[in-house]
């Protein structure tokens, strides 16, 4: 900076005499009255319009004009000293005068004299700062040593002669807060702050952000997506906060903002300036909760002194309303969920659906030990939250908020009571709603009608090696809390990693499952006879997910070594395992003499997406052995049905049409006489057969893959699909398809379904869904496949689509199904905008014959033909119920969109611009979309 002086300290002018004259100041109304002739020169073009010199004299001064936002005499000093070492970086004052103060004509006035030295010349530098009602103007005026009388002079009649702007003016008015409407996707916001004390920063990521004077930096306005308060603290901490920087949380208070939760807290930052300095920075932040997992995340950054914050959190955070989006009815909502796995699941899960009945629905997923099943309630953690059911009245009610994450484990009920471990490890029970922890620690913990609560502490004394696996040390004890609150120790030096801890009622017996390695170590499930104080190991798992005791055994859910992923019983007295149900869509968490329980995440219908809500059914035992049931076609079941099928010519498989039909019927027959189902024929079902169950038959049953062969093949000629003639296999991955006709191999989808596994899509499904009318060939030799390829339709149709549409048009009239090359034609029509062409041509098919596509491009041909005033409602309407038919056509929603403009229906428009990108689109599209969003919006805004 002192090289900037020095520039401006040699700018040689001539002598003029000059008027005194009332100068504007600034760019709001501010005025500046000078006895003296001063003239505006401007000595450097980045340093506004006010600047001066005083011609003959030999002095200049620069004034600049900012937002100082509500500050204190000690931060107007605090900014004028940043303001003075910031001129004379250079180092080069001579004397260090004070900083003086005073108040004129209403206005707080802080100054300081620098006396420097620049090429040569000593130099007496004035530096002030007055402020008023938050507008503060900075002034800079210098001279020559010998005119330091001359400058303090010219400095004083600043001082008197500057006016800051009348009431009334814009400054004046924009003083006051005003109330500010946000336009965010989840709410509308409405926040008041002071339009003359802020600066609107343009960021199109964030819904609002905005410069506060000189003490609050950065003030922003966010919606997010989060599983609660704490993962929201969690999330914009990890932002705020390197992982290395020191911090400290000053404050942290949970309220409520309306209607909605919130959380706020302030982090305070140390942040080292130049020369070794500390200054700390205040970042305050608020977190609300706007249901359905979506959070506003409001953030202020200060640089003030410690409580200056608080007066912008209050002026910002304190006012802010939230109202719900207004109802824009422009389009149907239609709900559309991510999987429809009504005809996905396997045929055995849709049987037991049918016989199972919702309970209740659980909300947010359930860890190991995080679910307990009374006899009259459930205990359950989800979303952070201990929550119970009442199984009678199916009534849902919280009862303690956790913290954080892990602070909740193990809920249980004992003695009356609901007990759990927090975060710290120790034993807590709820008494009146509160949460009161006792002197106990421990790791696992089970209810027991006689011991009371029986826990799984950790005991290890061993200090952590490097290097030693932590699980190597991790010992345990067996215990109980007797009468007088004393741990009685039942067994010790159990090893590894505590997996389970479960009772049950009529035995005195406890399961423990433990984990005697590192985590890729089977699992242990040992029984302890609390009446022999003896431990007995029973199984080896390789995985269990859930543990819950029942009269007379525990419900174990998990996979035992060598068997399949399921729920089994274990019962008490004769500690044999018996099979409940080998599947992976359902969890069964507790069983009685009527009823067993299961926990999906699985409906009767739709599948919610991202998973979020679990179901709790239930399932009447009543004279229903165990298995439950065991259809499913898992390997135990292939495995049976291949013993009733002849294997001895595999390896010469006949693949005629014959042959396959012969296979097929002999291994339904047999899928009926072992599981009471015969084998999946639906091409949803079959899909999911093969993904389900990729890895055991590329893993144990290759020789299975002509089996599934058959069975694909069956399902494609019972959907209409054509035999082409060949009785050996070929491995050609090659695609057919033509305006015409598609070919597939079955044999290949059976080796992309089981191979391709980072590809989901439903091959057998997907190949139905893109013939749209065109015929379907298949044989298990591509070469057959190629005598349709090259047809002399199809190659004349390629050739006569572009440059005579109707010779194609009539070529296809004797295809009237086929929509996916009267497609094509629609195509070429509307590109070469012959609208008429394509009205008269759909016109004639019935709407039910339309594809989504022509049907998208009937309203389109319309709409551009033109739609005069009278027709534009009607217009409108039928687009509207087209939506509902077709909710994820971006296409549809954009000419939808385009006639709302043209009516005038302009929030509407707006609605369904911002829709077309919620459905994606790109390139072109998208540039126009987000412009008309702009524009629209900008005219809303002049509307209000």
């Known amino acids: ?10 700018f040689c002018f001539c002598a003029c005499d000059l008027s005194a004259q009332n100068f504007d100041i600034g760019k709001h109304g501010s005025t500046l009255i000078l006895p003296d002739p001063w003239q505006r020169r401007v000595l450097r073009p980045d340093l506004g319009k006010d600047q001066f010199i005083k011609p ?29 070492d910031e001129i004379t970086g250079d180092k080069t004052i001579k004397d260090q005068h004070a900083v003086i103060k005073s108040n004129v004509n209403g206005a707080r006035t802080v100054s300081k004299r620098l006396d420097l030295t620049l090429s ?30 001359e400058v303090l002079r010219t400095l004083k009649s600043i001082h008197s002669g500057l006016k800051f702007p009348k009431k009334g003016s814009a400054w004046d008015k924009g003083l006051s807060p005003s109330e500010h409407t946000i336009n965010g996707v989840f709410k509308d916001y409405i926040l008041s702050y002071s339009d003359s004390l802020t600066t609107k920063i343009t960021n199109d990521n964030i819904l609002l952000e905005l410069s506060i004077g000189t003490d609050v930096s950065f003030y922003m306005l966010e919606e997010q997506d989060h599983e609660d308060l704490e993962d929201a603290m969690e999330q914009i901490n990890s932002v705020i906060i390197d992982g290395t920087q020191k911090h400290e949380i000053v404050h942290k208070q949970y309220g409520k903002v309306g209607e909605y939760r919130c959380v706020d807290w302030t982090i305070r930052l140390p942040v080292t300036l130049e020369g070794g300095k500390v200054h700390n920075s205040d970042i305050a932040v608020k977190a609300i909760d706007l249901g359905n997992n979506q959070y506003l995340d409001m953030r202020m950054t200060s640089n003030g002194p410690i409580g200056e914050i608080a007066k912008f959190k209050e002026m910002l955070f304190g006012n802010i309303k939230i109202n719900k989006k207004e109802e824009i009815d422009a389009f149907p909502t239609v709900t559309v969920a991510d999987e429809d796995t009504e005809g996905g699941i396997i045929p055995s899960i849709g049987v037991l659906l049918q016989q199972l009945q919702l309970h209740s629905t659980i909300d947010g997923w359930l860890r190991q030990d995080g679910l307990y099943f009374g006899n009259d309630v459930i205990i359950y953690f989800g979303n952070r939250v201990l929550k119970q059911i009442d199984i009678k009245t199916k009534v849902v009610t919280d009862i303690f908020h956790g913290a954080e994450w892990n602070s909740v484990s193990s809920p249980c009920v004992a003695n009356k009571k609901v007990h759990f471990c927090n975060a710290e490890g120790f034993i807590t029970y709820i008494q009146d709603g509160n949460a009161e922890a006792t002197k106990h620690k421990a790791e696992k913990i089970c209810p027991h009608p006689t011991y ?34 004393e741990e009685v120790i039942l067994h010790e030096n159990l090893r590894g990693y505590p997996i389970a801890l479960s009772s049950i009622k009529k035995i005195n017996t406890v399961l423990l499952a433990i984990r005697e390695g590192d985590y890729n170590s089977p699992i242990s499930v040992f029984t302890f006879d609390l009446d022999n104080k003896t431990l007995k190991r029973h199984s080896h798992w390789t995985a269990i997910t859930r543990v819950c005791g029942s009269a007379n055994g525990w419900v174990i859910n998990g996979t035992p070594k060598d ?45 919610l997406a991202g998973y979020s ?35 001895n010519n595999i390896k010469n498989f006949d693949y005629s049409q014959a042959s396959l039909k012969k296979v097929f019927e002999e291994l339904n027959a047999a899928s009926i006489a072992v599981l009471q189902l015969p084998l999946p024929n639906d091409p949803t079902t079959l899909d999911a057969v093969l993904s389900e169950y990729s890895d055991l038959f590329a893993n144990h049953h290759p020789d299975l893959f002509p089996y599934l062969a058959a069975m694909v093949n069956n399902c494609l000629l019972n959907n209409g699909a054509q035999w082409e003639k060949s009785s050996d296999y070929v491995d050609q991955d090659i695609s057919h398809k033509n305006m015409f006709a598609v070919g597939a191999n079955p044999y290949n989808i059976v080796l992309y379904a089981i191979y391709d596994t980072e590809n989901t899509y439903e091959p057998i499904q997907t190949l139905l869904d893109s013939t749209n009318g065109r015929t379907i060939h298949i044989s298990m030799n591509n070469k057959p496949l190629d005598s349709f390829a090259l047809s002399d ?97 971006s296409n549809l929603m954009l000419i939808l969109a385009t006639a709302y403009k043209q009516h005038g229906s302009l929030k509407k428009a707006l609605a369904c611009y911002n829709q077309c990108l919620n459905l994606y689109v790109w390139g ?15 005219l809303l805004n002049k509307q209000q």
């Open 563 to 607: 068997e399949q992923k399921g729920s089994y019983f274990l019962a008490a007295d004769k500690l044999n395992l018996q099979t409940i149900i080998q599947s992976s869509y359902f969890e069964a968490v507790h069983m009685s003499d009527k009823q067993i329980s299961f926990l999906s995440q699985v409906g009767s219908g739709q599948r």
């Open 613 to 647: 809500t679990q179901y709790l059914y239930q399932c009447e035992r009543a004279n229903r052995p165990l298995p439950l049931v065991s259809g499913e076609f898992s390997k135990h079941a292939f495995e049976q049905l291949m013993k009733k099928c002849d294997k």
């Open 56 to 84: 003959g004299g030999q002095l200049y001064m620069i004034l600049t004009e900012e937002a100082m936002a509500l500050n204190s005499d000690a931060k107007l000093n605090e900014y004028l000293l940043l303001l003075a």
């Open 793 to 889: 339709k199809q190659i004349i149709f390629a050739k006569k689509i572009r440059t005579d549409t109707q010779h194609s048009l009539e070529l296809l009239e004797g295809f009237p199904k086929n929509t996916f090359a009267l497609g094509k034609c629609v195509d070429e029509l509307l590109a070469s905008k012959n609208y008429n062409a394509v009205i008269a041509l759909l016109s004639k098919k019935p709407q039910a014959e339309l594809t989504e596509q022509l049907a998208v491009n009937l309203l389109a041909a319309r709409f551009h033909k033109g739609i005069d005033k009278q027709q534009l409602q009607q217009f409108i309407d039928e687009c509207y119920q087209a939506a509902g038919k077709y909710p994820n056509s």
């Open 452 to 485: 009371g609560i029986i826990s799984l502490k950790n005991t290890s004394t061993s200090e952590f090696v490097p290097g030693i696996p932590a699980s190597a040390s991790n010992v345990y004890a067996l215990a109980y809390i007797n009468n007088k609150d």
């Open 1 to 10: 900076m002192s090289k900037m002086l020095c520039y401006l300290f040699v």
């Open 924 to 938: 072109d599209t998208q540039e126009y979309v987000e412009s008309e969003i702009a524009n629209l919006q900008e």
């Open 120 to 149: 040569g010349f000593k130099i007496c530098y004035y530096i002030s700062l007055i402020e008023k009602n938050g507008l503060a103007v900075v002034i800079n005026c210098w001279g020559t040593q010998f005119k330091q009388l």
